[in-house]
């Protein structure tokens, strides 16, 4: 098994391969996906539809000389098997030692850690630069998905590269037909057109911005992509190459649904069920519901996705049941957030959802575009826990730190299936705050809830106690439960627990008067602490006698981490916090 993949140990040992041989490294790095993927999960899809591009890439060029700038780079699996990487994927014992995306810290052969989409043009326009003024003569090629060109960042770096850009620079566009979910927009379309006549279309925007074009039929044939490779190779100006591709290539399931299959959790190779047992109520679910029988009682409601249709559990027939109420702006989160304002300046009803670790590229238009017009937006975050999404690009834990001191926008922190199903209904029906929404990352629990939120940054006493009192915002409430628990057992006390809700303001009247009959504030929040809901608290009894200690996570780019074990580490099991208690009390 993988005859030929064992052989490969850099790039300079694919260049040693026939046509036979090639086509069989093909079929050796499709068997290695499937052993990674079946085992771990991952990106699925992307990896499969781009191996024999791939494979030529390294045929023809000459990294790390010549340097690959991947977009979004969850396609570099095969990439990561050619540069000395293939135990990632054919050796279980080492599948932790690789990423899911480039990654510097591994390989010469990456460039960055990218996670974000249409990032390549930019990046990779900006190593041209950097060669041009050293002297140098290599090759950049930035290779970026044709759902990414939708993002804003990758017209700029094509405005740019096509006008500025007197050297060489190749740009790779992979057309799939595919973003995660369906290609939306007019770059979509017109990529249909160029395809449809392989590339002679007199209405060609690469063109149009002054770059050079080419066009490929065969995007998954080895020597197809060999030869035009070669042909643009030290090319002296910017080309776009534009080549068609299957997403999925060699997984029929994959191939026959392209949504489903873009990533993947463990699963069985022969039936496609994957090896995963999900709770039977779920945020996510609750989300879906809710959305689907808000749009048939009310006609002004509308959902907008950038290109995540399936945080929200928007499967392909329900969004066809939402006709016009489902809006999909494709990978434009700053278009998405900045639309939505305008709908809910016109008395339309937006509910935006996305993953947290998206959002973060919308500060501008949240803060501009919404808050300073203090339109009634709602913004639902998924994956917004530090339990969620562990890979250093996708991390979800900023949120809070990051959006919380806007001002005018209220975020809400829910901690129960009746208060996030509360709070949502409640955000999209007022007309006063744009809101922002954390959906829980925890498992579903019941408690009853206030259903208004008129009242700004009121906070909910749970429990009733003394000497300690209990903040838990958002998914770390039931960790404050169960702390409240284990200091009645072991401390022979009550403490107060709080619920507060807000995470963008403080109950100022609340916090006085715990100053009567308590000792020490507690913290806990699933965020980092920098900025965070903690400090707000701790600068807020900074002059009094209130002790406080904030429970959080450190501003750091944490990577691929154990959940439970990073709580240990920053001190944040009930063992290591009533030990701190004992200490402060």
Same mark, same amino acid.
């Given at each position: ?8 140990n850099s790039p300079a040992d694919v260049k040693k391969l026939n046509a036979a041989q090639l086509n069989t490294l093909a079929a050796d790095i499709r068997d290695a996906l499937f052993n990674r993927l079946t085992k771990i999960g991952g990106h699925c899809g992307p990896n499969f539809g781009i191996v024999e591009t ?28 050619? $540069? ?192 995963? $047992? ?83 590229? $919308? ?14 937006? $709602? ?207």
């Amino acid at each position: 098994m993988y005859d030929i993949l064992q052989t490969i140990n850099s790039p300079a040992d694919v260049k040693k391969l026939n046509a036979a041989q090639l086509n069989t490294l093909a079929a050796d790095i499709r068997d290695a996906l499937f052993n990674r993927l079946t085992k771990i999960g991952g990106h699925c899809g992307p990896n499969f539809g781009i191996v024999e591009t791939t494979i030529a890439l390294h045929y023809v060029f000459d990294s790390p000389r010549d340097k690959f700038v991947f977009d979004v780079s969850h396609q570099s699996y095969p990439h990561k098997m050619l $540069t000395g990487r293939k135990a990632g994927y054919i050796d279980d014992t080492h599948f932790k030692e690789d990423s899911g995306y480039t990654n510097p810290e591994e390989s010469e052969h990456d460039l960055f850690n990218i996670g974000h989409t249409s990032t390549s043009i930019s990046l990779a326009s900006g190593l041209v630069k950097a060669r041009d003024l050293k002297g140098q003569k290599h090759n950049v090629i930035a290779l970026i998905g044709d759902g990414s060109l939708t993002g804003g960042e990758a017209l700029e770096a094509l405005d740019f590269a096509g006008s500025e850009i007197k050297s060489n620079f190749i740009i790779i566009v992979n057309d799939n037909q595919q973003a995660i979910a369906e290609c939306h927009g007019g770059i979509c379309e017109h990529l249909n057109e160029l395809r449809a006549t392989k590339g002679k279309a007199q209405n060609n925007i690469f063109k149009s911005l002054g770059l050079d074009y080419i066009y490929e039929e065969n995007g998954n044939d080895i020597q197809a992509m060999i030869k035009v490779l070669q042909k643009v190779k030290d090319i002296d100006h910017p080309i776009v190459l534009h080549i068609n591709t299957q997403k999925g290539k060699g997984f029929e399931l994959a191939e026959k649904n392209r949504e489903a299959w873009h990533w993947c959790m463990p699963f069985d190779k022969t039936t496609g069920k994957w090896n995963v $047992t999900f709770p039977t109520e779920s945020y996510t679910g609750l989300t879906t519901q809710y959305i689907m029988q808000k749009a048939k009682q009310d006609k002004d409601f509308v959902v907008i996705t950038p290109a995540m249709p399936m945080t929200a559990g928007l499967t392909p027939d329900l969004r066809e049941q939402l006709g016009a109420q489902y809006v999909d702006t494709g990978i434009t989160e700053e278009h998405a957030v900045a639309m939505a304002s305008g709908i809910a300046k016109a008395g339309g009803k937006p509910l935006l959802v996305t993953n947290s670790t998206f959002i973060q590229r $919308t500060y501008d238009q949240i803060s501009q575009d919404v808050c300073i017009n203090g339109n009634p937006v $709602t913004i639902l975050l998924n994956f917004a826990s530090f339990e969620g999404l562990t890979d250093v690009t996708h991390l979800g834990i900023f949120a809070i730190s990051a959006f919380s001191n806007i001002p005018n926008l209220v975020m809400l922190a829910p901690t129960s299936k009746e208060e996030y199903l509360n709070m949502l209904n409640w955000s999209v029906e007022q007309k006063e705050h744009p809101v922002m929404i954390l959906m829980p990352g925890n498992a579903v629990t019941s408690r009853a809830a206030d259903k208004n939120f008129d009242a700004l940054n009121t906070f909910k006493i749970e429990q009733q106690g003394k000497k300690v009192a209990i903040l838990a915002l958002g998914d770390f409430y039931q960790r404050g439960e169960e702390l409240a628990t284990q200091i009645k057992n072991e401390l022979d006390f009550n403490p107060t627990l709080i619920n507060p809700r807000f995470a963008s303001g403080l109950d100022q009247k609340l916090l006085k008067e715990l100053q009567q009959n308590h000792q020490l504030v507690i913290t806990l929040e699933d965020g980092i602490l920098d900025g965070g809901f903690g400090q707000k608290v701790a600068s807020f009894y900074g002059t009094t006698n209130m002790k406080t200690k904030t429970y959080g996570l450190n501003k750091e780019f944490y990577d691929r981490y154990n959940p439970q074990e990073l709580l240990r580490q920053l001190g944040i099991t009930n063992e290591q916090i009533i030990a701190d208690i004992k200490n402060l009390l």
